[in-house]
Each structure stands twice: as structure tokens, then as C-alpha cells.
């Protein structure tokens, strides 16, 4: 709204030192989004705060974890617009604050969870991106309907792809994670493998569990785990106080509880 305005002075204005100021207003603006120093929609986490925000696209998942000193994705996409990565996913993050992206992580091999990964690659600095073995093996070869070949692009970009197993623990920054893989599918015809993410932050109390993150609840059901933030549920904007104590502020449609 104040770029708006700034813009709508520096247009209309006779006197040329309100049209300069108008000007330098809009720069500064703009400035400031570009670098992150100025954040429309949302403030950072303070030291020992973790915030999960769930972009909502559809029939897919997206959720983005942030500590003071880390950022991590779960998941970009959906099966139901094949435009979600540069409609939605990447405005929504930058709208965020969001500049570079620690850890990217992809729950399993399907559209819901991955489609829109090409565009937040090509959009934001990804240092690195993890997925389970099985989905790792699964990428290979055929392209199976994706729109670009996935892996070749992380490729192209210089994004290093990690797979691990279940149990396996990474750091970012003050950030601890744990990968929890469910046990493959016995009715399905192909097991395109799946991810669970704990995260736990190095600050919290013995008193204050991790946090499960999960991009399709299925998998959370066969590894006999309740996820926090699941898509079609909530979001969570604050997980915990720097404090250390927990409070979780769940979104719905009825609006934050």
C-alpha cells in the first residue's frame, strides 16, 4: 500500500522535490523487500522460536520450517496446477522473507509433493536437497509424467541431493532434524518411498517433544506417527517461545486458535 502510494505521488505531483521524495520512498521499498529488511507479511523467528507455515496450494503440500538461523521446505507442489511454483509456492515464500533455503526436503516421488521444487530451485539459493532412499532410487530413469526431469535440474542448478535412511540426523544452525522413513506400502503397485521429518530446536526443554512434519498423511499413519502439520489440517505458526515452552498456534478455516 505505501509503495502504491509513493508511486501514485511520484506520478501526479507538480512540485519536483515531492516527486523526488516519492521516488526515493518507492526505492527503499523495494530495497527492502529485495534484501529481506523490510517483510510485509511476517516477522523472522526470534532466537529460540520455531515457526512452521503452511502455504496452501491445492491438493499437495508445502511447509516451511524456520528457526532465527535456518530455513528449511518440505515439500513444493501439487497435482492440481501445474503453474503452483511460480503462481503461488514462490510469492508465497518470498512474501515470507524468504531468501535462501537451507535444506530442502522432499517427503516422496509424487506431483503432490515435488512439482513445483524447479521453480523454488531457480528462484531461491537451495544449499542442499534430502529425500529417502527409496524415492532417490525411484528418480532415476523414466521421467513418470513429471514435467522436467527433476533430478537434472537440481543438477543444473548445483543443488547437491543427499538421501538418507531412517534415523538420520542433520543440524541447521540451532535446528535438529530426524528422518523417521515409514514402512513401504504393502497394497501398492510401486513404492515411491516417503520421508518424515522430527524437528527439534538445540534451545527446548526436555519437557518440549520434537515436531513432526509431514506432506501426506498416509505416511504418518504407516509410521504410527501424528504429525503436527499435515496438509488439509492446520498450519502452525508458532511451534515454540524462545522461552523454550510450547505453544502451538494452529490455523484452520475458522481462523488461528
Known amino acids: 500500500m505505501a509503495c502504491v502510494v509513493a508511486c501514485s ?3 501526479v505531483a507538480d512540485a519536483a522535490v515531492f516527486r523526488s521524495a516519492a521516488w526515493l520512498v518507492v526505492l527503499l521499498l523495494v530495497g527492502g523487500l529485495w534484501t529481506g529488511n523490510i517483510q510485509p507479511h511476517t516477522s523472522p523467528p526470534r532466537i529460540g522460536e520455531v515457526m ?3 502455504i496452501a496450494i491445492g491438493n499437495g503440500a508445502c511447509h516451511l520450517i524456520r ?3 535456518a530455513t528449511v521446505l518440505f515439500d513444493a507442489g501439487t497435482s492440481g496446477d501445474p503453474n503452483a511454483g511460480s503462481r503461488r509456492v514462490v510469492p508465497a515464500l518470498a512474501a515470507l522473507g524468504v ?3 537451507d535444506c530442502l ?7 503432490r509433493e515435488c512439482s513445483a521444487i524447479p521453480e523454488v530451485a531457480s528462484a ?3 544449499e542442499r536437497v534430502v529425500m529417502d532412499r527409496r524415492s532417490f532410487e525411484s528418480f532415476k530413469g523414466a521421467h513418470a509424467g513429471f514435467p522436467v526431469d527433476l533430478m537434472e535440474h537440481l543438477r543444473e542448478c548445483g543443488i547437491p541431493v543427499e538421501s538418507v535412511h531412517d534415523g538420520w540426523n542433520w543440524v ?6 530426524t528422518a523417521r522413513l515409514p514402512p513401504p506400502d504393502p497394497a501398492a503397485k510401486r513404492d515411491n518411498g516417503g520421508v518424515i521429518v522430527m524437528v527439534r530446536h538445540d534451545s527446548w526443554k526436555d519437557g518440549v517433544a520434537s515436531v513432526t512434519v509431514c506432506g501426506d ?6 509410521a504410527a506417527v501424528d504429525p503436527l502439520v499435515a496438509p488439509q489440517r492446520s498450519a502452525v505458526r508458532l511451534v515454540a517461545d524462545a522461552a523454550g515452552r510450547r505453544r502451538n498456534w494452529s490455523w484452520t478455516v475458522d481462523g488461528w486458535k
Do not use: N, Q
Open 9 to 11: 505521488v511520484a506520478w
Open 52 to 54: 512452521v507455515d503452511s
Open 67 to 69: 528457526t532465527h538461523d
Open 99 to 101: 531468501r535462501k533455503i
Open 105 to 111: 526436503v522432499i517427503g516422496s516421488r509424487t506431483l
Open 124 to 126: 531461491f539459493s537451495v
Open 172 to 177: 541447521h544452525g540451532s535446528m535438529e532434524m
Open 217 to 222: 498423511p498416509r505416511l504418518a499413519t504407516r
